[in-house]
């Protein structure tokens, strides 16, 4: 009971903030703008992708939908949110050192491992209220603007998914994606235990992930050794569920690799922040 009321004062700590409701005013902004933009000039969008498969196949029925739209949002937002995470989760501890509020909230009769980890599911909270809304708003906004349709998805190959076969799809995405930004969480969460300022985390979180994508992106002999260990390598696999058939199997060590990192995370702040000092 004691845990849960602390995991409570966390989320009003966090919510109280102006800084959280960034996201949600990021994403909204986002959503609707590529909407609009998809309403208004989507049909030259499509028409630049398909302009080379015209002479081979006969497109009919709706592709511009409301199910094409999310998958746009998604892959255009997956590369921004962690900013937008990373500014909350690293003002987490940072920000309480800052103000010396960390001090009071140490004297009190918790375990300082209680401490850490109802701050994480805090944060874990609120990545998933941030996740959540953006799936809500944008398959509720694509649905509504564009309607149903068959899903034209263009990858290694041209996938085209029925109506019925892409709302689990786009769902399954959204849960990967919650996976993927709560690993992006525990990392500015980690640093943010190690610093008195929240701005050095984000700033911190946000340049890791841009060099792990450069990085990623080089197909050079060297870099193929590290790959595997940079979680930004798995992030992207939410694109799995838009293959037929779906590569399970990778959905699987990304899942894994991802949740590696995150316990990873975790258990350095807890460890670190065990052996914190607060009186300097």
């Not at 000039?41 to 709706?62: M, R, V």
Request: proline share 2%.
């Amino acid at each position: 009971m004691q845990f849960l009321n602390l995991v409570s004062t966390e989320l009003y700590k966090i919510f109280r903030k102006g800084r959280s409701y960034i996201g949600f005013g990021a994403i909204a902004f986002i959503v609707i703008v590529i909407q609009i933009a998809l309403y208004v000039d989507g049909e030259s969008y499509l028409e630049l992708g398909t302009q080379n498969l015209k002479e081979s196949f006969t497109f009919q029925g709706n592709l511009l939908n409301g199910y094409l739209s999310v998958f746009i949002i998604l892959s255009s937002l997956w590369v921004h949110i962690p900013f937008l995470i990373a500014l909350v989760a690293g003002d987490l501890i940072a920000g309480e050192a800052s103000t010396g509020t960390l001090r009071i909230l140490l004297i009190r009769p918790i375990s300082r491992t209680q401490i850490v980890l109802a701050k994480f599911l805090a944060i874990l909270i609120y990545v998933l209220s941030v996740v959540l809304f953006m799936a809500v708003l944008s398959i509720g906004s694509g649905l509504l603007i564009f309607g149903e349709g068959d899903l034209f998805v263009m990858k290694d190959m041209l996938y085209i998914f029925e109506s019925s076969d892409s709302l689990w799809r786009i769902m399954a995405s959204f849960i990967f994606s919650f996976l993927s930004m709560s690993m992006v969480a525990s990392l500015a969460f980690m640093l943010s235990s190690l610093v008195d300022s929240s701005l050095g985390p984000i700033i911190m979180t946000m340049s890791i992930i841009i060099v792990f994508m450069i990085v990623s992106s080089i197909d050079l002999s060297i870099f193929r050794a590290v790959k595997p260990f940079m979680f930004t390598t798995y992030m992207g696999a939410w694109r799995e569920f838009f293959s037929d058939p779906v590569n399970w199997a990778k959905i699987y060590k990304a899942s894994i690799a991802l949740m590696v990192h995150i316990f990873i995370f975790l258990g350095f702040t807890i460890w670190h922040f065990n052996r914190k000092d607060i009186l300097t």
